[in-house]
């Protein structure tokens, strides 16, 4: 008798838990009649008792479905590298690399330490920028560089706060 008790315990358990399908509870129903006539019988439920535990699982879908470990590695990467710059104080970020002359070969994590560090407010950078991106034919329409701000107008020097992390 103890061992039915444990057992509708435990079913009663599953039901309260049941998900919006009602999956582990129908799981369980299912089932029912035969752990009822299994525990009579004295017989060992625990493999039974396990398919239904199974059951109640909910089955995990990565987010991440299209990207193999690499990217997601890559991505994850690029994540820390974003929080390392935005929590380094403008004047210690490295700008060594950085010469706005070559800045249509930046990558993003460069353009992130260009406008967190401050160099983007030299009156002088995005001349520089735009004649650099001319070289490269990169063209920006309506003389936007980055959605929301004008370049080098009333950009923060904290700018790569207000960034968007793209395709993280």
Not at 27 to 55: H, K, N, P, T, Y
Not at 81 to 101: F, H, Y
Request: with cysteine; proline share 6%; charged share 30%.
């Amino acid at each position: 008798m103890p061992l039915l008790l444990a057992a509708l315990a435990r079913l009663d358990a599953k039901a309260d838990e049941c998900d919006l399908a009602g999956h582990p509870a129908r799981a369980a129903a299912a089932e029912f009649d035969e752990m009822v006539e299994a525990i009579s019988q004295g017989s060992d439920c625990a493999e039974m008792l396990e398919a239904q535990d199974q059951a109640g699982q909910p089955v995990a879908s990565s987010p991440f479905t299209g990207f193999d470990n690499g990217e997601l590695l890559q991505r994850l990467r690029e994540k820390q590298e974003r929080e390392k710059i935005a929590a380094t104080a403008p004047e210690d970020i490295d700008i060594s690399d950085l010469d706005p002359d070559e800045a249509a070969d930046w990558d993003d994590l460069q353009w992130e330490r260009a406008l967190r560090s401050g160099i983007s407010d030299d009156p002088d950078f995005w001349t520089r920028v735009r004649a650099s991106e001319a070289a490269a034919g990169i063209v920006h329409e309506d003389d936007e560089m980055f959605e929301g701000f004008m370049p080098g107008e009333d950009m923060p020097a904290s700018g790569a706060q207000a960034l968007p992390l793209q395709g993280v």
